[in-house]
T-cell receptor
Framework: AQRVTQPEKLLSVFKGAPVELKCNYSYSGSPELFWYVQYSRQRLQLLLRHISRESIKGFTADLNKGETSFHLKKPFAQEEDSAMYYCALSDYGQNFVFGPGTRLSVLP | GAVVSQHPSWVICKSGTSVKIECRSLDFQATTMFWYRQFPKQSLMLMATSNEGSKATYEQGVEKDKFLINHASLTLSTLTVTSAHPEDSSFYIC??????????FGPGTRLLVL
């Protein structure tokens, strides 16, 4: 069965510091990986997906099939990046699984 | 960008009553919509996948007779919580998938069953 883990419930960094939100998955096939973000009092929204290989708001994520990871990175965190981040996995079909989420707090 | 709406945004009901939640894709057609449930301080849990014109696919452990899902058109899916009980109190979120396989989420519906 598919499973997504995010080991950190809360991650605090100072403004301007690099940030990495960890995500690991277990899936026997070739999954599609996503990062979703939920800012305070806003709906969940797609941040990026691995197949598009793009950078959104300075964030990037590389799918590492060997390590079954899809860590989210940003070289210089901003205060407005403070939010809840969810890693998610899809098997290109009906199944869609979210990780438990990591709350990122960027301190001034 | 694509917008998904949910109605109502919050509802309070008495135990034993049924509650219907609507999920609409406002500017795109969604052949597939998803219903999630979020418990406090926990992640989203997929309840069911709703396909237009066919029966919903429920996740293991989700009672299909209790959580009725109807996807009557390409822009509307409804979730009806039948005979609601206090343990059904939760935050329900829907999402709709467009042709590029991107999911767009609704703002959620908070249900409180007294």
């Amino acid at each position: 069965a598919q499973r997504v883990t995010q080991p950190e419930k809360l991650l605090s960094v100072f403004k301007g510091a690099p940030v990495e939100l960890k995500c690991n998955y277990s899936y026997s096939g070739s999954p599609e990986l996503f990062w979703y973000v939920q800012y305070s009092r806003q709906r969940l929204q797609l941040l990026l997906r691995h197949i598009s290989r793009e950078s959104i708001k300075g964030f990037t994520a590389d799918l590492n099939k060997g390590e079954t990871s899809f860590h989210l990175k940003k070289p210089f965190a901003q205060e407005e990046d403070s939010a809840m981040y969810y890693c998610a996995l899809s098997d290109y079909g009906q199944n869609f699984v979210f990780g438990p989420g990591t709350r990122l707090s960027v301190l001034p | 960008g694509a917008v998904v709406s949910q109605h109502p945004s919050w509802v309070i009901c008495k135990s034993g009553t049924s509650v219907k939640i609507e999920c609409r894709s406002l500017d795109f057609q969604a052949t597939t919509m998803f219903w999630y449930r979020q418990f406090p301080k926990q992640s989203l849990m997929l309840m069911a996948t709703s396909n237009e014109g066919s029966k919903a696919t429920y996740e293991q452990g989700v009672e299909k007779d209790k959580f009725l899902i109807n996807h009557a058109s390409l822009t509307l899916s409804t979730l009806t919580v039948t005979s609601a009980h206090p343990e059904d109190s939760s935050f329900y979120i829907c999402s709709a998938r467009d042709q590029s396989e991107t999911q767009y989420f609704g703002p959620g519906t908070r249900l409180l069953v007294l």
